[in-house]
């Protein structure tokens, strides 16, 4: 996936008074970062930030941080934060998912939110989608017993690896949906991110489902 480069996002991402910019530092005390004991949920993959930022508002109860690797994008949620009211359950991370278990320890997460992730069509990069058996072994190290994960893509082959491989690690499915925008049970609460915004006017169906491991 190509990206275009902003000049300077990467040190203006750092410089928001949302982003802990060592989190290594924070393994196991995250809730002494939000100075409370409440639920931890995290986004992998949050782009600009439209998802995380809402769930934060509807949401006071529950802390949540937003992870992303490209500061050309994670820019973008730091200016809408900018000009809101401070936000004090939600936390910003410039990051690859790969060292999630490096940042958080066992049973630290209640859930991990996977929207729109980049599918890499090609087989050999298989290892890089972030509902491989590779990534589910790395949520499994940090998500509490019963933990969820949230999955949603507009991406079909995605979706249907995505359930071969969970099934294969030993995940439970709990729900599923080839078509969440028609699909009243599931789709209740729902609340979209930028990409699925725009698929929605294009009428492309978003394919959703939940599980966890016990």
Do not use: C
Request: charged share 30%; hydrophobic share 35%.
């Amino acid at each position: 996936m190509r990206l275009r480069n902003i000049p300077g996002a990467e040190e203006e991402v750092a410089e928001s008074p949302y982003t802990i910019t060592d989190p290594q530092k924070s393994r196991g005390s995250w809730n002494r970062v939000f100075n409370n004991d409440n639920p931890i949920f995290i986004e992998i993959g949050m782009g600009k930030g439209r998802f995380i930022i809402e769930h934060a508002l509807t949401y006071p109860d529950i802390n949540f941080i937003g992870i992303e690797k490209y500061p050309s994008v994670q820019i973008r949620a730091v200016q809408k934060l900018r000009e809101m009211e401070d936000i004090p359950n939600l936390r910003l991370l410039s990051l690859n998912a790969e060292i999630l278990p490096e940042i958080f320890s066992e049973k630290e997460i209640s859930r991990i939110f996977l929207n729109f992730s980049d599918p890499w069509p090609k087989d050999r990069h298989s290892k890089r989608r972030l509902t491989s058996s590779e990534f589910l072994g790395r949520y499994r190290q940090i998500l509490k017993p019963g933990g969820l994960i949230e999955f949603k893509t507009d991406n079909g082959k995605l979706f249907e690896f995505s359930l071969e491989e969970i099934g294969e690690a030993g995940w439970v499915l709990d729900a599923k949906t080839e078509n969440l925008h028609r699909d009243p049970v599931m789709n209740e609460g729902n609340i979209m991110t930028e990409y699925e915004s725009k698929f929605i006017k294009l009428d492309k169906p978003i394919y959703k489902m939940i599980f966890h491991y016990e």
